[in-house]
């Protein structure tokens, strides 16, 4: 079935670094990928997404972009604020059907510090 | 403003004691879903719903049942909890664009 692997830290950089979370899938079809964010208790936000190759999806500084080639949609940030701190989630949804499930990664913690 | 309401946000049962997490959303989607997620597995579908009266299992749905008797709320429902429910819970309300809206979640201790 699908997948989605993640690379399950935690991080931890200090402020103003160049961060990179790496994301690949397995998928039988042409998912969209997604970025999810989830703030200390709260429920998860969408932070960007992609769907279809070679698409770019960015918000608030964050970039991922659609490798079809590579199967993968690696998170990047040129310079991390305290307030990144979060867990991050790779994830993919199949278009088509009736289900539009999403199947996640296992998170990232990420740690930014002063 | 658009969102995915959540009740309660922490309770704490004991065994073979039924509950119900509420779930209602604001924006109109057709498609709901319930989702927890545990240490180390990440988040895994519960069940899902297309639409009013159309509802369908997910990848973990033992011990779970769910209605859509209106387009707003998807409840889910824990007729005998037992201590492997212990988890976090997520509803979602999901656009035809796939973008998912969470619920802040609801933290479910069985003992």
Redesign the interface.
């Known amino acids: 079935g699908d997948s989605v692997t993640q690379m399950e830290g935690p991080v931890t950089l200090s402020e103003e670094a160049f961060l990179t979370i790496n994301c690949t899938y397995t998928a039988t079809g042409y998912p969209s990928l997604f970025w999810y964010v989830q703030y200390p208790g709260e429920g998860l936000q969408l932070l960007l997404k992609a769907t279809k190759a070679d698409d770019k999806g960015s918000n608030k500084g964050f970039e991922a972009t659609y490798r079809k080639e590579t199967t993968s949609f690696h998170l990047e940030k040129g310079s991390v604020q305290v307030s990144d701190s979060a867990v991050y989630f790779c994830a993919l949804s199949m278009s088509g059907g009736s289900n539009y499930k999403l199947t996640f990664g296992k998170g990232t913690l990420l740690t930014v510090n002063p | 403003e658009a969102q995915?309401t959540q009740n309660p946000r922490y309770l704490i049962t004991v065994t073979g004691k039924k509950l119900t997490v509420t779930c209602s959303q604001n924006m109109n989607h057709e498609?709901m879903?319930w989702?927890r997620q545990d240490p180390?597995?990440?988040?895994?579908?519960i069940y899902?719903s297309?639409n009013v009266e159309v509802t369908?299992k997910?990848?973990v749905p033992e011990g779970y049942k769910v209605s859509r008797k209106e387009k707003r709320n998807f409840p889910l429902i824990l007729e005998s909890p037992s201590p492997n429910q212990t988890s976090l819970y997520?509803c979602?309300s999901?656009d035809r664009?796939?973008?998912?809206?969470?619920?802040?979640?609801t933290r479910l201790t069985v003992v």
């Open positions: 995915v498609y879903s989702y180390g597995l990440g988040l895994r579908q899902y297309m369908d997910g990848d997520f979602a999901t664009t796939f973008e998912a809206f969470f619920g802040q979640g």
